[in-house]
């Protein structure tokens, strides 16, 4: 059963820094990525990595954001430095068979998402 599992949310304060984790399990995907939805607002495209190499970013993230991807693990990362409130959301990991793009109708899996809460 082709599984991913996001970990590593929760309540912190601004300034604050958090790292994301997601497992795959059953199936080694071209390509994982990582999306966010804020309460009311559409889901973003936070960026991704292609399996052994190619990390894309979205237009919304800055510098604070690092996606890494360990293939021997099978695991993505999402590492973020000087969270903001702004920063506060849903994040969900994807993935697909496929290079990363940017538009979460072409992921055909997804995580059960991990909430990030940035308190001011």
């Known amino acids: 059963q082709v599984q991913l599992v996001e970990s590593g949310g929760g309540l912190v304060q601004a300034g604050n820094s958090l790292r994301l984790s997601c497992a795959a399990s059953?199936?080694?995907?071209?390509?994982m990525a990582w999306f966010r939805q804020a309460p009311g607002k559409e889901r973003e495209f936070v960026g991704g990595?292609?399996?052994?190499?190619?990390?894309f970013y979205g237009d919304v993230v800055k510098a604070r954001f690092t996606i890494s991807r360990d293939d021997a693990k099978n695991t993505a990362y999402l590492q973020i430095n000087s969270l903001k409130p702004e920063d506060t959301a849903v994040y969900y990991c994807?993935?697909?068979?496929?290079?990363?793009?940017?538009?979460?109708?072409?992921?055909?899996?997804w995580g059960q998402g991990t909430q990030v809460t940035v308190s001011s």
């Open positions: 990595a292609n399996w052994s190499g190619g990390i």
């Open positions: 994807a993935a697909r068979d496929r290079m990363v793009v940017g538009s979460p109708r072409e992921y055909d899996h």
């Open positions: 059953g199936h080694t995907f071209r390509s």
